[in-house]
């Protein structure tokens, strides 16, 4: 039997591993291509797994969401200065409405930033899933406008299709193919 050792994993956690794998398991004297990363775990030492490269427009899509939604802040700011008669900005829209639709577009780009910055470009599966309302937000803010009276504003359909690029391109990143 091998001597063990006691290695800390965060606070309080602690995992039995024998003092030198190689040694428990045999020594492997093969070169592997670069593509493989060995597993170093003592239930399975020989077990490999495939890495795949990631391409610079996957690493980099969340960068898209970035302009977008401070546009959506930005104009969601002078909604809520033209509900107000302030800063000479004016809108078709009654006040009510256009309040609401500043407040929502406000809230809902720094929202969307929020989960852009922290958890999107890390590749968390679940920000992938809710930032599908961004489109969705976009068509709606289009119908909306055109079911209150607005002149048929190509801004909104113009972000939807934007906020699908960076959906689209990664999607690879978040749902990798099963290996066999």
Request: glycine share 6%; aromatic share 18%; charged share 20%.
């Amino acid at each position: 039997m091998h001597a063990h050792t006691v290695t800390r994993k965060g606070q309080g956690w602690y995992r039995w591993l024998p003092d030198d794998l190689e040694e428990h398991y045999g020594q492997s004297r093969r070169e592997f291509p670069r593509c493989f990363i060995r597993k170093r775990a003592p239930f399975d030492a020989m077990a490999f797994t495939a890495v795949r490269t990631e391409k610079a427009y996957e690493k980099h899509a969340w960068v898209i969401f970035i302009p977008l939604q401070v546009l959506v802040i930005f104009f969601g700011l002078s909604y809520i200065l033209a509900a107000f008669d302030l800063g000479g900005v004016r809108t078709s829209f009654p006040r009510d409405a256009a309040l609401q639709i500043g407040l929502t577009s406000v809230a809902f780009g720094i929202v969307t930033l929020l989960i852009v910055l922290k958890w999107y470009r890390r590749a968390v599966a679940w920000a992938w899933y809710g930032l599908w309302t961004a489109p969705i937000f976009f068509v709606a803010r289009f119908l909306e406008g055109v079911f209150l009276g607005e002149e048929a504003n190509p801004g909104p359909p113009l972000f939807a299709i934007l906020s699908l690029v960076p959906l689209l391109l990664p999607y690879r990143k978040f749902f990798p193919r099963k290996q066999p």
